[in-house]
């Protein structure tokens, strides 16, 4: 097999005396993958072995070798060689820095070592073993001394040297694994071609056998303004500008009044000055504000900018992958994470603080509840895409304030008319004596209509006229929402610098990768004949058909769980009907008088049980659909995966609830001719006082139940088990370190939970947002609680990011990305929800009805017999009439509907009342939604997306950029002027040159007096023309400072 030669491939140069060294050069194909056993039995068979972390020692006297390593020396002034670490925590700044206590530890590299390599001590090092070396960064250290070349240096000799990689064919004191020797050689490699794009590595002194090992990467000043000016990074400038604030007399008090609940936090460049900022440029060094290159970039920027070298740093010659991310997922790395700034508990004097205490302090303790959340510290600590999930919880918290005001307004509207509402004085008065038909065949008895006053009552407090009122005002609430969240979008933007940033070009994801590379040399193996070059084209991508079996299996698991939810759904319906015909029987008179109460409540605690099971259910298998659409990039992943989890999740959380709102009753039939489930059991009716007061009970023990177990509990519990359980493992392994010195702080970061995503801390929020507006007809309470479940759940994922979690990549984002979209849907559909609970679930249009059509006196009295129809009990099916009954006279009863009685000549068929009422329902919904969607556009018409403020200080920004480099500009054409005037000889007093430079762009002519003695005509110039550019222009001998060009 023919094998091309890398660029990165090691060099050949052998020596036969003995004394030097010898290093081999191997090249791979491309097919070469991290499990491949290729090097391994490269090795053995020129008698070649493995040792980790050696250094070679070169011959001093050996010429040849001497010049080789010279010109094989990749070392700069900004390229500091790899070295090792065995200081403690108290000797770098706490674990924070190298050795050397100065360079900052940007980035942190993890990984497991499993199996000792033979690491060859320099008294059993023997000269004559042939040896694979790979240089790191392209340097030999000199020996410690000029004796016995090929030796190993040990001691202190290490912490200086470079890192290399030694394949000996001695024996190895233990042998391990070929997967383990190939991920050592692609470990070599990356760090390598790291030292190469100029970043600093330091290493652990001591080899372990086993166990985790550290490499902390450290960013030099060139790299990070390197990679500064490639990410395009604003920076702030030295000129500041005053920003304009509203002088008012209400906005000074407010501002006072909004100090009393600020958190105390350092100020982050907002006040009445701001820094003008602009893309950062190596050309420009002199306009930024740099008053120390250590601090210029903090340190959630310094990693960032490591991770973007990391992500795209290139491992070509031994497993064909970019990034880290590809790395961790091949296990070639535990883990890569950028270090926390530090314990998060405060010891010092508040003034030394670092950024985590500070947001320990005043953000991620329960206690601060009621102060405003430091969100630029955290932007700053955290990234943008961070910051603006908090900023978003935040703005979503604070307009949750006059949602719950209005709500229990409207809550106690009902409390204060419950006493004095007709309809349900009329079903608690005894002396209408309403006779109602049996609840359930054979085993049930007739009842009185007054046992469910309760019930009345208790629905009167949630339906009642209040309650349209308060349906709109929270369509209305859900459209300002989203306003106000885009306009405080817009004002971050500005304050972080995020206005007019691309989005980052993203790397493809490691499974991505890997199926193309399978594909490729799935392709490379079915080619019988070599073809022409330019049909060896490598697969740049994969096609609909490489994701059609995902396709395929996404479609009918999303169908599948969909019935799973369905069938949970029904199972439960089926557990309500059989509970209660067996409670109907029982000879208990108090166990049948609860039956209601029994089986609703038993049922929403079974339905919330299930929602929680389902839930993590779901959520893993979105994750496993997402994996098999194979998305090229992280952000479509994300996505994929957001809309598949929302999908099944909102389907999860909302179907019982649909029931419940919109199906139970509505297909039970009426007595005589009910609907019947497996023949035997009747379809369950909604309670005397209707569905709705069942849906606010669904609903409140279904929120209250999810935020309380899963949002609180689930994430308080199961992060701490995990790390007790992460730590009593790493006890066993690491209990001899422990004891013999102080964990570094690298060692305490990779001991918390990786972060994954935000997603889950939106889902739960969205899901929230979705039991607050799509049915908060049924419950106006629900926005309070929302509230209070919100201020703990602010402060609960602010203790979790600061102390629970690894420090997550500063990335940039703009806005919420998906999440805005799903809300602004959610938002328009509630309108729909609300509309159709307030006229389909709710009494409230049959009472207009009445009210306006039917009744004699214009009030409501009557309304309750005018909403019953009746029921000859002769009509009974056999067997389905009560067995036992205390009702022996009875020969009518009534039923809830709207149906003509026995004795019309069209019995038991749906009356004209019935269509009046539907006609009125089906307005109702047209007039309401038609209402609602005009009035949601007049706000967001109204209400700019763009504060005035804002677009001022853009376009004064803009002003200043501009007036910043003209002024720049100019101070260069002087330089070049007076540099000009410098060289160029002294005129004559009457002879003017022309000014040197591009501002000169007329042609030279000779100038000459008005007052000629000659009496000719006046010399003129020349208007400058095309053809003045056109012509050729002589050669001119070339200068090495200065090129000019004919244009």
Not at 110 to 138: C, K, Y
Request: hydrophobic share 40%; with cysteine; net charge neutral.
């Amino acid at each position: 097999m023919t094998s091309r030669r890398s660029p990165s491939s090691t060099w050949t140069e052998s020596r036969g005396n003995g004394r030097g060294f010898t290093s081999v050069a191997t090249a791979l194909s491309e097919s070469s993958s991290i499990h491949s056993d290729t090097l391994y039995h490269l090795t053995r068979d020129v008698g070649l072995e493995l040792v980790s972390y050696s250094i070679l020692e070169a011959e001093p006297d050996n010429e040849e070798a001497q010049s080789l390593l010279k010109r094989h020396s990749m070392q700069t002034d900004d390229k500091i060689p790899v070295v090792s670490s065995s200081s403690s925590p108290q000797d770098n700044g706490e674990g924070l820095r190298f050795s050397d206590g100065r360079r900052k530890v940007d980035y942190v590299l993890v990984f497991h070592q499993r199996r000792h390599a033979s690491v060859r001590s320099p008294a059993s090092t023997s000269v004559s073993h042939d040896r694979l070396s790979i240089v790191s960064n392209g340097n030999f250290p000199q020996g410690s001394d000029g004796k016995g070349g090929g030796g190993v240096v040990g001691g202190e000799a290490v912490s200086v040297g470079e890192v290399f990689m030694e394949l000996d064919s001695g024996e190895a004191n233990e042998a391990a694994e070929p997967a383990d020797h190939e991920m050592h050689l692609i470990r070599q490699e990356f760090e390598a071609n790291l030292l190469e794009a100029g970043l600093e590595i330091e290493r652990d002194k001591e080899v372990k056998a086993h166990g985790l090992s550290f490499t902390r990467l450290h960013a030099p000043w060139p790299v990070l303004c390197r990679e500064a000016e490639f990410l395009k990074i604003k920076v702030p400038t030295k000129t500041r500008y005053d920003i304009k604030e509203e002088s008012a007399l209400s906005s000074s008090v407010w501002r006072k009044l909004k100090q009393l609940f600020q958190p105390k936090v350092p100020p982050q460049d907002h006040g009445p000055t701001k820094f003008l900022t602009h893309c950062f440029s190596r050309d420009k060094l002199h306009l930024y504000n740099i008053t120390s290159k250590d601090s210029f970039f903090d340190n959630a920027t310094r990693g960032r900018i490591v991770y973007e070298i990391l992500r795209r740093t290139v491992c070509v010659r031994s497993c064909q992958t970019i990034g880290i991310t590809t790395l961790i997922a091949k296990g070639v790395y535990d883990s890569a994470f950028p270090l926390h700034d530090g314990d998060y508990n405060a010891t010092g004097h508040p003034e030394e603080r670092n950024d985590r205490q500070i947001l320990h302090e005043e953000w991620a303790r329960y206690s601060a509840f009621y102060k405003y959340q430091p969100i630029d510290l955290v932007r700053k600590y955290f990234g943008e895409k961070i910051g603006l999930y908090f900023a978003w919880l935040g703005v979503y918290t604070q307009l949750l304030v006059p949602a719950s005001i209005v709500g229990i307004i409207v809550f106690g509207y009902g409390v204060a008319t419950v006493d004095t509402n007709i309809p349900s004085l009329e079903m608690c008065d005894e002396r209408f004596n309403f006779t109602m038909c049996p609840l359930c065949d054979g085993a049930c008895d007739f009842w009185q209509l007054s046992t469910a006053c309760g019930t009345a009552r208790a629905s009167h407090l949630f339906d009642n006229p209040a309650t349209v009122f308060f349906a709109i005002f929270m369509s209305l609430w859900a459209v300002l929402f989203l306003e106000h969240w885009k306009r405080r979008q817009i004002s971050l933007s500005f304050s972080w610098d995020l206005t007019g940033i691309e989005d980052d070009e993203e790397h493809p994801r490691p499974k991505y990768e890997t199926i193309l590379l399978q594909k490729r040399q799935r392709k490379q193996k079915n080619k019988k004949k070599k073809k022409k070059k330019k049909n060896q084209i490598a697969i740049e991508k994969l096609t609909w058909k490489d994701r059609l079996p995902g396709y395929c299996i996404n479609v009918s698991s999303i169908l599948f769980m969909f019935g799973l939810t369905f069938s949970a759904v029904f199972g439960v319906i089926i557990y309500r009907i059989t509970v209660s015909a067996l409670m109907a029987m029982s000879p208990d008179p108090e166990t049948k008088s609860n039956v209601r109460v029994t089986v609703t409540a038993t049922a929403v605690i079974i339905n919330l049980v299930v929602i929680l099971i389902l839930d993590e259910i779901y959520g893993a298998v979105a994750v496993w659909l997402t994996e098999l659409e194979i998305p090229k990039t992280e952000t479509n992943f994300e996505e994929r995966l957001i809309l598949k989890a929302f999908l099944l999740k909102f389907m999860n959380a909302y179907a019982p609830i649909f029931y419940v709102a919109f199906f139970k009753g509505r297909f039970a039939g009426r007595p005589g001719s009910y609907v019947y489930v497996f023949n035997d059991y009747r379809m369950e009716e909604c309670a005397p006082g209707g569905c709705l007061i069942e849906l606010c009970i669904q609903l409140s023990i279904i929120m209250l139940g999810k935020q309380l177990i899963q949002n609180n509990i689930f994430e308080i519990g199961i992060p701490k088990l995990k790390k007790l359980v992460r730590t009593l493992k790493d006890k066993g392994v690491e209990k001899k370190e422990e004891d013999e010195k102080p964990p570094q702080q690298w060692n305490l970061d990779y001991a918390l939970a990786p972060f994954e995503g935000l997603t889950p801390e939106y889902m739960e929020m969205i899901i929230q947002f979705g039991f607050v507006s799509l049915f908060v007809a049924s419950f106006p309470l629900a926005p309070l609680f929302a509230l209070l479940n919100n201020v703990i759940e602010i402060r609960l994922d602010a203790k979790k990011f600061v102390t629970e979690l690894r420090r997550p990549v500063a990335a940039r984002a703009k806005d919420i990305g998906i999440w805005y979209n799903i809300l602004s849907g959610m938002g328009k559909f509630s309108v729909i929800i609300n509309a159709f609970v307030i006229s389909f679930t709710s009494d409230f249009i049959p009472r207009l009805v009445y009210q306006y059509m039917y009744s004699q006196s214009g009030t409501m009295h009557g309304f309750i017999d005018h909403t019953l129809s009746y029921f000859n009990v002769s009509n009974f099916k056999p067997g389905t009439a009560p067995h036992n009954s205390d009702h022996a006279d009875v020969s009518v009863c009534r039923y809830k509907d709207y149906r003509e009685p026995p004795w019309s000549p069209d019995a038991y068929h749906f009356s004209k009342q019935y269509w009046c009422v539907l006609a009125a329902r089906l307005a109702f919904v047209i007039l309401f939604q038609n209402l609602v969607m005009f009035l949601s556009l007049v706000v967001a018409w109204v209400i700019p997306d763009i504060p005035k403020t804002i677009v001022e200080q853009l376009k004064r920004e803009k002003k200043l950029l501009v007036d910043l480099f003209l002024r720049e500009e100019k101070d260069k054409f002087q330089l070049i002027q007076s540099l000009f005037a410098k060289d160029a000889p002294v005129p004559p007093a009457d002879h003017v040159l022309p000014l040197p430079g591009r501002y000169n762009t007329l042609p030279q002519c000779p100038t000459q007096a008005p007052d000629d003695d000659d009496g000719g005509p006046r010399a003129r110039c020349r208007a400058a023309s095309f053809g003045l550019y056109t012509r050729k222009v002589p050669p001119s001998p070339r200068n090495e400072n200065s090129r000019h060009t004919a244009v």
